[in-house]
């Protein structure tokens, strides 16, 4: 499939699908083993890790339980209703005209379920939030004759013997839809428009190159456009740090905002507004699922966007391999210590892209699918939700994990400002105060609240030498993934990431023991909507690393200059790693093989050894229709290769087994229902 479209807007959680670059939680590389590193945040000046200061209270900290004031929502410009798509009845025709199903099939052609694929809202039905079961929730099936029907009730008739409809000025019900020049969205958009035609409705495809649609200062950004066809990707916590930005009245981006903002259809409906900035205040999961189940009853009834269809990621398996579970998004090696086929000893994947190095500065997938084999995984998104694997349990209010403290700061100090940007405070600056309202600070002390989570592992983790992890391979952890000196260029294909987005929001770290830390977040929290560099503050911003390991001349590896690691072969060809595998040879250009970690902490892996074949894209197809490989992830086989390869037929015969998984990310088209 091509993925040249698949491109984040302003570094958003949601609005991307999984491109090497790209999970919702970037700067977790190394802990869910996610494929790439974000864009650089601001260079930042490395906070030291000594313990926490106790938190500078004022006559009473605020209570984590009680229901949050709902902070003031900023002016919403004022915007001339969409001639056209600024009626409802409109909206709600289009998507009545449209057959979601058929769409599906525009794209997986051999795909015998399409209705599965079929989206209604845009929260998943897998996501606790998902409120598909309301009373007031609105469905649109395909139904032509009732979408014709809305069309003449909203003044656009078709005379007789006329191709498409007019109004009663004589102006044509055309529309233009921009979209992205990849292929796959041009099947699905051309289906569409012939759809669009049969009811009457002219639709002129408009596609533009990716970085013009994503871009800063163009596409959606600046909502130029009149329909537009993307791609959204549903973060893995509740969802509202994502709703807040691409629904909130303030979220529309305008000239008087600076073009801020991903409520790109300029969608601005008063109860979801104050659903939305009443969970943006919270931490409390009730607060953000009501307000996400309030948003998508909403949706459905107004239809600023309508949600199309959720991409497929396909892998291709031989019909023994026992235990394969690819979660939505992240990496499918996360449980590869359970895998296996009856009567073997080593299981064999294919990849048709060979990484640098398997650590977490290269961002390509296949890195990071080898990097989970090393490294294991903290945690991993499944279920609409994160699953702890080496973290112990979630931080939350509920256990402990999570307080919430007040903070006196005062000009000049580094905070979190109202838009979630860190920011040396200066009179004028807009902040979240003390109850979480919206406050204009104008000098002096105030009280801001700051969030103190705990990240406890796991017992029993160690080193594939055998030594147990201790606290100061999280330190490394942390100055390895936060220290500016780590930026540059670098020997590799990529250059070395600036430090991660969550380093600059860090004020302090405390190094507990050899299975936990606490890290006190800069003060500002503003609940989910902050979320802290868009990763969910209830995730490990760092993990570890094996400060112990030696290196050739001697030293241990937390004692060598960063800078000097990416031309040691124990970084790069023989790392340690905690996780269920280690790498025992790298031969360039062919492959790899691991063997088992007899330290894992969860047991012995099923399956002895796992050997990595690098092929060529038409190499790793035929090796896989020969059973000479057990597995083809979704980067090395794409839906075209269903039909070219036979592989429905293949599966009939049981040479092969398709695992299909609906992903997080769904196809949408969004109506600009105003005029900026």
């Known amino acids: 499939m091509d993925r040249t479209d698949r491109c984040p807007l302003k570094g958003s959680v949601g609005m991307f699908t999984r491109m090497p670059g790209l999970f919702t939680v970037i700067a977790l590389c190394w802990l869910v083993a996610c494929q790439s590193i974000a864009a650089p945040a601001p260079t930042a000046t490395l906070p ?98 009732q979408g014709m029907t809305l069309l003449e009730q909203a003044g656009w008739k078709l005379a007789s013997g006329a191709a498409y409809r007019t109004n009663a000025s004589g ?127 909403e949706h459905t009834r107004e239809l600023p966007e309508l949600p199309l269809f959720y991409r497929l990621d396909l892998f291709a398996a031989n019909p023994g391999l026992e235990n394969f579970d690819p979660p939505e998004d992240g990496m499918h090696t996360w449980n590869a210590a359970q895998w296996r086929i009856p009567g073997r000893d080593t299981i064999i994947i294919g990849e048709d892209g060979e990484p640098a190095a398997p650590l977490w500065f290269e961002p390509a997938y296949v890195a990071g699918v080898i990097r989970t084999l090393i490294m294991g995984s903290d945690v991993v998104p499944r279920a609409g939700a994160y699953q702890p694997v080496m973290l112990k349990e979630l931080p939350s209010l509920d256990n402990g994990g999570v307080t919430l403290e007040l903070a006196t700061v005062r000009e000049g100090d580094r905070v979190v400002d109202w838009r979630g940007e860190v920011v040396e405070l200066q009179p004028g600056a ?76 860090i004020a302090a770290v405390e190094f507990l023991n050899d299975a936990a830390y606490r890290v006190a977040w800069l003060p500002g929290f503003t609940g989910a909507r902050l979320g802290y560099a868009d990763l969910p503050y209830f995730l490990p911003p760092f993990s570890r690393l094996p400060a112990h390991q030696a290196v050739s001349d001697g030293r241990k590896l937390a004692e060598t200059p960063f800078r000097e690691w990416f031309g040691l072969d124990e970084v790069l060809k023989s790392p340690l790693g905690a996780g269920p595998y280690v790498l025992k040879n790298w031969t360039y250009g062919q492959g790899m093989l691991l063997e088992a970690n007899p330290h894992y902490f969860a047991g012995p892996p099923a399956t002895p050894r796992i050997e990595i074949r690098f092929l060529e894209h038409e190499q790793a197809l035929r090796a896989l229709a020969a059973g000479q490989v057990d597995l083809l992830d979704w980067e090395t086989i794409g839906p075209q290769d269903v039909e070219a390869f036979q592989l429905v037929q293949a599966q009939q015969e049981g040479r092969v087994r398709l695992v299909r998984r609906p992903a997080n990310t769904w196809e949408l088209l969004s109506f600009k229902l105003r005029l900026p």
């Open 430 to 505: 807009l902040v979240a105060d003390a109850d979480g309202l919206r406050h204009a600070y104008a000098g002096g002390e105030i009280a801001m609240r700051q969030l103190i989570v705990t990240y406890q592992f796991v017992d029993g983790l160690a080193w594939s030498d055998g030594e147990p992890v201790s606290a100061a391979d999280y330190e490394l952890g942390y100055r390895a993934l936060c220290d500016p000196a780590v930026r540059g260029e670098g020997p590799f294909s990529v250059n070395m990431p600036d430090p991660a987005p969550a380093c600059d929001r």
């Open 171 to 297: 102006d044509e019900l055309a529309l233009t839809l921009t979209t992205t020049e990849s292929s796959f969205r041009r099947a699905w958009s051309e289906a569409w428009v012939e759809q669009m035609a049969a009811c009457g409705v002219h639709i002129l495809l408009d596609p533009q190159s990716a970085e013009w649609l994503f871009g800063a200062e163009s596409g959606l950004s600046r909502r130029d456009f009149e329909l537009a066809a993307f791609a959204w990707q549903a973060g893995f916590d509740f969802g509202t740090l994502d709703a807040f930005a691409r629904y909130a009245c303030e979220q529309v981006p305008s000239l008087d905002n600076g073009w801020q903002g991903q409520n790109f259809s300029g969608w601005c409906n008063p109860t979801v507004d104050a659903a939305l900035q009443e969970a943006a205040a919270s931490l409390e999961q009730p607060v953000q699922l009501r307000a996400l189940q309030r948003l998508q009853v």
């Open 48 to 145: 030291a890790p000594t313990a926490l200061p106790p938190p500078v209270r004022t006559a009473a900290s605020p209570s984590p339980t009680a229901t949050p004031a709902i902070p003031p929502a900023s002016p919403t410009p004022e915007f001339a209703p969409h001639p056209i798509l600024g009626d409802q009845r409109v909206r709600q025709a289009l998507a009545l005209c449209t057959d979601r199903a058929a769409l599906v099939r525009s794209v997986y052609p051999w795909l015998d379920e399409s209705e599965t694929l079929v989206a209604d809202s845009i929260v998943p039905p897998r996501h606790p939030a998902y409120a598909g079961d309301a009373a007031d929730f609105t469905r649109y099936p395909f139904d032509a004759q």
